[in-house]
């Protein structure tokens, strides 16, 4: 029987309780060290902009080094807990899941690569203007009548701003977007990636042959076509061995295998670990 106590997903109720909460900008001060011990996930969207510190942010079993100028990029569902040294200053900015829907369109491609590219470095004068326009709809939000339409505004430009200086620096981006047929295959196995584990599955949703896709990943992203599906299947079992209080058997079943030891097999293929020693070492 399982008896890890699972890590909490926090709501942003959690930080505001107030009725007006769907946009919600906190201030991150820090005096000395901040630390998060146990790893969480949030159930919305999270913009932290460090203006200057150092540290360790740990995103989905990534760690990323906290520096001066930077946006950090935490999306619904995403694990993490960070490090921060006592020279960090910065604040986050917190969006409910029905706010996040409705202006994740404010980057110019899908939110789903930038799970790729969790934290930017910004220029100087890029960083200041998002700045400027994340404390505008910050005094926006502390109105007695809060105007909606300028909010939805100031997010869409501040979102702008971070997906030009994304697509600017990382060259898989550019990639997705000249090669739409791979952005669609990765957007498809995030919706299927627990039932179909095939690349002819999502060949047929294509349209193309499983062996065309393999070329084109191979071509582009430098990997076969399965690496794409085996990495995300391989992360959520890595997120609920760590935040949810489900057995390795419950899991398993979840994410589509028939049975336990064939979970084992893939899990331990995939991180050179064990399902339960997985667990046990954070």
């Keep these: 029987m399982n008896t890890k106590t699972a890590f909490p997903t926090l709501g942003i109720d959690a930080f ?13 001060e820090v005096d000395g060290k901040s630390r998060i011990e146990k790893p969480h996930k949030h159930d919305f969207f999270m ?22 100028h930077q946006v950090h990029l935490l999306f619904p569902g995403q694990v993490h807990r960070w490090e921060l040294e006592e020279n960090t200053s910065g604040f986050q900015l917190m969006v409910g899941r029905r706010a ?12 789903i690569l930038y799970r790729n590219h969790q934290v930017i470095d910004l220029p100087v004068a890029v960083f200041q203007a998002l700045c400027y326009e994340l404390e505008a709809l910050e005094r926006e939000l502390a109105a007695p009548a809060v105007d909606w ?42 919706i299927h990636f627990k039932a179909h584990k095939t690349v002819a599955f999502y060949a047929d949703q294509l349209n193309i042959s499983p062996n065309y896709l393999n070329i084109l990943c191979k071509r582009h992203l430098h ?26 058997k419950e899991i398993a079943f979840e994410l589509g295998f ?9 899990f331990k293929a995939q991180t050179g670990l064990s399902p339960r020693a997985f667990r046990n070492s954070l």
């Excluded at 510190?53 to 760690?63: L, V, Y």
């Design 16 to 28: 505001d309780s107030s009725a007006e909460a769907v946009y919600k900008l906190l201030r991150h």
């Design 47 to 68: 913009l932290f902009v460090v203006a200057k510190g150092s540290g360790t942010h740990s995103i989905d079993f990534a760690d990323y080094a906290v520096g001066d």
């Design 100 to 111: 996040f829907e409705a202006s994740s369109n404010f980057l110019r491609l899908s939110f």
């Design 149 to 190: 339409d300028m909010v939805q505004l100031r997010s869409r430009v501040a979102l702008q701003l971070v997906s030009r200086e994304a697509e600017r620096i990382y060259e898989d981006i550019g990639t997705y977007r000249t090669n739409p047929i791979l952005f669609r295959y990765h957007a498809l196995i995030d």
């Design 223 to 248: 990997v076969p076509a399965t690496f794409l599906i085996h990495n995300r299947v391989g992360l959520e079992a890595k997120r609920l061995l760590l935040v949810s209080a489900q057995s390795a």
């Design 258 to 266: 028939s049975d336990l030891p064939h979970f084992s097999n893939f």
